[in-house]
């Protein structure tokens, strides 16, 4: 099976680059927002509970991307890529603008926390249209022996944003005293996200229509109804989509975003100190990403995604305990490994699900499968995991949740057809 369609041209680079690095802003909100869920936890939220409250507003965001997805997704698939692009991005803007400008628990009592958690749904909604529309508008804009190297690259960007949202996390969490912190230093993180999706909104402007998508509307080949034509003619595509997602988030959000709350909440290290690890792990995934993608190019989607799985299974388990009881040189050991081994999934995971279906249908279908699975397997597993940890006293069982997810989705990789374009 391949999508790919052999006519269009490639994008010019200008366009391909300003498409990867506009991921760094989605990536740079939401893994901020898990960063400092302990301190937004103290700000917004009261109770014992505040923490688990604080990571199911990770959750809900999270549940309102494929609503997103779809509702931008049926507009791309219509209308084109850059447009959706630049409507995600617009309210992507305010929703990070208008978060920094919150009144907290103190000076508006739970009023502040659903006003919270309304915002982090808004950014979940914008963002829904934002990662798909991205890596539909590289796949389709690439070189057709580059598509999975170029399409690694949103990875690759986020995870710039996830580095940005890292460093800054804990350069604000470092330098300032804890009542100045939570009066009102937790602001700037989320001023300087609104200030960085601006001026890539700005420079988006400039960014050419994705060339497959011109080519099939000049054809007049579009889908009249994306969703529905995607669900009666690509459903096997949409599951594949599915499974892929479904593993490449779970690595992403429990290996890597959820690891410094992992690490703080076991005592194993302090919230800086997390951070500071955090960090470093980032670096490992911006490494890693664009290697898998050129390797997905020169051996194919299929074997390298069934090799990750496999590492998916095995190597978790083990690292999360690791993490849960060693010394700072051994969990940073442990954290970069779990980074890479999730930077490594995102990457070939982007071009893979992306070419299940055909450019007709392509933001529907990856709203449907990819966006879906990412919703559930990405968004609700950090709270997920932060219950069984708890509860359980196991520090291995974030990773026993990452091993039984890569063992469900190791069939399907199995049979999947290779799409690595001939």
Not at 399 to 410: E, F, K, N, S, T
């Amino acid at each position: 099976m391949n999508h790919a369609s052999p006519g269009p041209s490639a994008l010019d680079r200008r366009s391909l680059v300003l498409a990867a690095l506009s991921t760094v802003v989605e990536w740079y909100d939401f893994t901020l927002y898990l960063y400092l869920a302990t301190v937004l936890s103290r700000v917004f939220f009261l109770g014992g509970d505040a923490v688990l409250t604080a990571l199911l507003g990770f959750a809900m965001a999270y549940l309102m991307r494929p609503v997103g997805a779809m509702v931008f997704g049926h507009f791309g698939d219509r209308r084109g890529r850059r447009a959706t692009l630049l409507a995600s991005m617009a309210l992507m803007t305010v929703a990070m603008l208008l978060t920094a400008l919150l009144p907290t628990a103190g000076q508006a009592g739970p009023v502040a926390g659903v006003l919270l958690l309304a915002l982090r749904c808004v950014m979940g909604f914008a963002v829904g249209g934002e990662y798909t529309g991205v890596v539909a508008y590289l796949l389709e804009g690439a070189p057709r022996r580059r598509r999975g190297f170029v399409t690694s690259l949103a990875a690759a960007t986020s995870e710039i944003g996830g580095l940005l949202a890292a460093a800054v996390s804990a350069l604000t969490v470092s330098l300032l005293p804890a009542p100045a912190l939570e009066s009102w230093g937790w602001r700037i993180p989320f001023l300087f996200g609104g200030a960085l999706a601006g001026s890539i909104l700005l420079a988006r402007a400039a960014m050419a229509e994705s060339p497959e998508f011109e080519a099939h509307r000049a054809a007049g080949t579009l889908a009249k109804r994306p969703l529905s034509n995607a669900l009666v003619h690509h459903r096997t595509g949409i599951l594949r989509g599915f499974a892929i997602s479904a593993l490449g988030s779970i690595t992403y959000y429990v290996g890597i975003t959820y690891v410094p709350v992992y690490l703080t909440s076991m005592g194993s290290l302090s919230e800086a100190q997390a951070l500071q690890l955090a960090t470093i792990a980032a670096l490992a995934v911006i490494v890693v990403t664009p290697f898998v993608g050129l390797l997905s190019d020169r051996f194919g989607r299929r074997p390298v995604l069934v090799a990750l799985a496999v590492l998916s299974a095995a190597l978790p388990w083990t690292l999360f305990r690791l993490l849960g009881g060693a010394s700072p040189m051994a969990a940073l050991a442990g954290a970069v490994v779990l980074a890479m081994l999730a930077g490594g999934v995102s990457a070939v995971g982007a071009v893979a699900t992306a070419e299940q279906v055909p450019a007709q249908g392509r933001l529907s279908g990856l709203a449907l499968g990819a966006t879906t699975a990412t919703a559930l397997f990405g968004g609700l597993t950090p709270w997920l995991a932060q219950v069984l940890t708890t509860r359980t006293a196991s520090a291995s069982a974030p990773g026993a949740m990452i091993a039984v997810v890569a063992l469900c989705v190791l069939p399907v990789l199995l049979k999947l057809p290779e799409t690595r374009p001939e």
